[in-house]
């Protein structure tokens, strides 16, 4: 049963969610010095366990080793100078370092959630794991405080300056305190990723995003010996209707070409069917509430923008609190929001971009797919095209 009066925890920051952007905001204040705790509904496992995108940013690597999370992303992560853009059944690399000198690194986003936690363990951070958070308080004025119910149904109270909606898509912290005047922008997708793991060698050196009649395909990486790969497919899709030899075959239609490209296939451990959708949440704060990530924002993966602008937000609401310590002023805290939905709308464009150029939509007028094609042509075939491509994929430079 839960007790009747709640155990009272007193600290600066209130981070609710422990996914890589509330558990990245918590390392880097408690490096400053910023007391701070954690609280996540999921457990440990559950989070390492859920497969999400895999690319990171130039600037996202600098962000974790600079700030002595672990090395581990450069020794095990995988540095890619380009993609590969395939349509009319002909590939299309473009070499990100010849074209903008920069690369990003492959390494799955539940990886950076494993070296965070780790970093946090480490140094004696508190993070609360499967803990709900049930209310949040006072947020308009300078002790906001919320209050978590734990595994044993026992209830605590966070009292705080600061609380940081790190909570995901769903986020309780969006939901659940008003804000008068806010708005929330949104486009639904009439399709969803059908995302698989499989144990096979690479099929290809780069990544290739492929636009095919059939609908877009991704061929991705893990590592020499997993490979993950996405097939565009209907939102309601039953995972159970696909056996490995219809997916096979699903995603080799999509990439096929008279060059032969031949994805290389083997056993299939992991099926699911991800949805998506682009959103923002504006204004970001409210009062002594601030979003980062999901919660405020989502992108589709086509441009594997969602994790790297979570831990841009980190870095500009970081930078904002440790002032707001350091000088006792607010007024980087205030122009949080402004700052990081700049670099938010440029993810949503090229997110929105991309996902339009390369998929099909179900009730494909021709002119459309024709029109999606001649974009790619216009991309492709000019450096102009290809330079803005790499550089919004590569990453902006942080704010
Ligand atoms: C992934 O490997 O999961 C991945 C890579 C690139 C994307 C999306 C997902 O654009």
Known sequence: MPSASPTVVRTRVGIIGGGPAGLLLSHLLAKAGIENIVVESRDHETIRNTHRAGILEAGSVDLLTGSGVDGRVLVDGDEHAGIDLRFNGESHPLDFRDLVDATVTLYAQNEVFVDLAAARQRDGGDVRFSCEVTSISDVETEHPSFTFTDAEGATTEVRCDIV???????????????????????????????????????????????????????????????????????????????????????????????????????????????GFRSFVREPLSHGRLFLAGDAGHTVPPTGAKGLNLALADVKVLFEAIDSFYSTGSDTLLEGYSDLALKRVWKAQNFSYWMTSMLHTPPDANPFLLRRALGELETVTSSRFGQQYLAESYTGWPHA
Request: charged content about 25%.
């Open 164 to 274: 940081v909606g790190a909570d995901g898509s769903r986020s309780f912290s969006r939901r659940n305190v008003e804000v008068p005047g806010h708005q929330d922008f949104k486009v639904e997708y009439p399709f969803a990723w059908f995302g698989i793991l499989t144990e096979a060698p690479k099929s290809s050196p780069e990544l290739v995003y492929a636009n095919s009649p059939h609908g877009f395909a991704l061929i991705s990486q893990r590592s020499d010996t997993v490979q993950r790969m996405y097939f565009q497919c209907d939102p309601a899709e039953d995972v159970s209707a696909w056996s490995d030899d219809r997916i096979w075959s699903e995603l080799q239609r999509r990439v096929d070409g008279p060059d032969g490209f031949e994805l290389k296939t083997g056993p299939i451990f992991d099926k699911t069917v991800l």
